[in-house]
């Protein structure tokens, strides 16, 4: 079926320093969607992409579609201990319900 | 602000019991979803709704079933509990299927004993 693969699983980084994560799909996707669940908390919806290359950013964050619509990427520019939290990308492979990568767990160290 | 509403917080039932998983939203969505969570497999789908009386597997539906008797409510029930179905339990709902976010509950972290 369809799979969503994300990676890494989990990143510690140093306060000021970059941190991406990376999504791809078996199977073309309509859009991407981005989370973000803090610890403790539930997901809370970040950004969706559509189309094909598409690049939004919000602030420190830059989200990247790919051209084949199979993999995406979330970028977080100097990172800062808001940040901490696990970051799940999610597509609907056509008229389905979403299916979420397993996240990448973000850990920033003071 | 959309509101997902799940019934608890926190749950503890014994093995065999039968539970009930409420979650209620506000904002007139068509679908709601069900999800677990657990450390390492990330959120996994167990039956989602497109409608009113409609109902639909995901991906790891057994020992589960659900009920959408109301637009604006979806129940999921463990016919009988197991212990590994000690998870945290994710209700969500959206406008679409494809171009609109998911709107998630603060989930149930059930424990069966």
């Known amino acids: 079926g369809q799979q969503v693969m994300q990676i890494p699983q989990y990143q510690h980084v140093q306060e000021g320093e970059d941190f991406t994560t990376y999504c791809n799909s078996s199977?073309?996707?309509?859009?991407i969607q981005w989370y973000k669940q803090r610890p403790g908390g539930h997901p809370v919806f970040l950004i969706q992409?559509?189309?094909?290359?598409e690049v939004k950013k919000q602030k420190r964050l830059t989200f990247q579609f790919g051209e084949a619509k199979k993999n995406s990427s979330l970028h977080i520019t100097a990172t800062q201990t808001t940040d901490v939290g696990t970051y799940f990308c999610?597509?609907?492979?056509?008229?389905?319900?979403?299916?979420f990568g397993k996240g990448t767990r973000l850990s920033v160290i003071a | 602000d959309v509101k997902v509403t799940q019934s608890s917080r926190y749950l503890v039932k014994r093995t065999g019991e039968k539970v009930f998983l409420e979650c209620v939203q506000d904002?007139?969505?068509?679908?709601m979803f069900w999800y677990r969570q657990d450390p390492g497999l990330g959120l996994r789908l167990i039956y989602f709704?497109?409608?009113?009386?409609?109902?639909e597997k995901g991906d790891i539906p057994e020992g589960y079933s659900v009920s959408r008797e109301k637009k604006e409510r979806f129940s999921l029930i463990l016919e009988s509990a197991s212990t590994n179905q000690t998870s945290m339990y994710l209700c969500?709902?959206?406008?679409?299927?494809?171009?609109?976010?998911?709107?998630f509950g603060q989930g149930t972290r059930l424990t069966v004993v």
């Open positions: 992409l559509v189309k094909s290359g």
């Open positions: 969500a709902s959206s406008l679409g299927t494809e171009t609109t976010e998911a709107f």
């Open positions: 904002m007139d969505h068509e679908n």
């Open positions: 999610a597509g609907p492979p056509g008229n389905t319900p979403l299916v």
């Open positions: 199977t073309t996707l309509s859009n």
């Open positions: 709704s497109y409608d009113v009386k409609m109902k």
